[in-house]
């Protein structure tokens, strides 16, 4: 993850003309381009259509949507002063305290969220307010090369890693606990990683892995180095995305690839849960992005925007909806951890009595979930979104 202030960036004018359906100079295509040929699939043609259907649902729906603005901000990909405040949020989950207005923007539908954090206030909150468990090293497990219809299902291509093929030299910014590297250097790639908590180089020692402890940062890694760069529920933590894709450019070789996962903003479930919806996660995510806004942001940065798909594990939505019973109030965090609600973990003797952690239970063993949550990302318009970029040859 990364934090600083913005950048300086292409007039808007410039990056709408780059996008127009036309391939630049620099051969970079947009989104538009390839939506435009047919590259993608029948379904998602008619994605922009769903996403802003679910959009203007949501708007229309929504009482914070009649609150006024204080102020006219601009947005932070396309620059546009056409945004729109939506409302206060906060930390439902975590329960840092005080709220976030959140705007969009009505030109690329970006969604970003203003706080004028310092660094001792990100160290506070990532420190104190993100707490991951007290993971113990000997349970470590790479993520499977799982096949077949229950990979499917579960919706294992949620994940960047699998979008990785074999044999390759892959940097993951942001490898967490290192299940993504086990899974590349089984598949016989040369494995790097990048991660800010501290806790992960205990990991990344026991099992011989190259992980740089501490923000990214291209000058710990050689020029047009790696073939891949994954970056999975990163880039919606930065303040300045359009620096770190600028960075990332220079690590990657020429014709190499960047793998993007991130909540998408304009989804059924934003609609469904409103201020509860997971994707928020107030304060830590500031930029959540449309796929107009994301290509946008490829392209000004020198990337070409190859393809995407909707892709989110299954067990999310049953997530989504247990938030709905625990989520916190203002300045407390939710009844009960469900940052990391799976199989493998336990709630604890108490809380297993509860009846809606058995139903919990029931449904997350029935994969109850698993179809609707399919459906929608055939459709779209799911939470979640994988971007895939090349690096153009020159
Ligand atoms: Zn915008």
Known sequence: MTFGSESDALPERECLRRTSGKSSALGVKSCRTVLEHGKEPSYERIA??????????????????????????????????????????????????GTFPIWSCKNCGHVFLIGDFTPEMLTNLYSNYYPRSQFDVEHYKP??????????????????????????????????RCETLGYHKALGCEVWGCEADENVRAIADKYGFNVHIGLFDPDNYKKDYFDYVTMNQVIEHCADPEKIFRQILTVIKPGGTLVVGTPQPASIDRFLFRRYWGGWHTPFHLNLFSKKSMCLLLDKTGFRY?????????????????????????????????????????????????????????????????????????????????????????
């Open 306 to 394: 190859e393809h995407s798909k909707c892709r989110i594990p299954s067990v999310n939505l049953l997530n989504q909806w247990a938030i709905l019973f625990v989520h916190g109030e203002q300045g407390k965090p939710m009844r009960f951890r469900t940052s990391s609600w799976s199989h493998h973990e336990s709630f604890g003797n108490n809380l297993e009595r509860l009846w809606y952690v058995r139903l919990y239970r029931f449904l997350e063993k029935t994969r109850a979930f698993a179809l609707p949550v399919r459906f929608v990302d055939a459709l779209g318009i799911g939470m979640n979104r994988i971007y895939v970029a090349s690096k153009p040859l020159s």
């Open 143 to 176: 993520y499977a090369d799982r096949k077949g219809f229950l990979s499917w299902l579960d919706g294992d291509d949620a994940g960047c890693h699998r979008w990785v093929p074999k044999n390759v030299r892959v940097l993951d910014i942001g490898c967490g």
């Open 48 to 97: 922009p259509l769903l996403s802003v259907l679910v959009a203007v649902l949501g708007s229309a729906f929504s009482p914070q949507s009649f609150m006024k603005s204080e102020d006219t901000v601009s947005c932070p990909i396309c620059h546009s002063e056409r945004t729109q405040f939506l409302f206060d949020s906060w930390d439902f989950i975590h329960g840092y305290p």
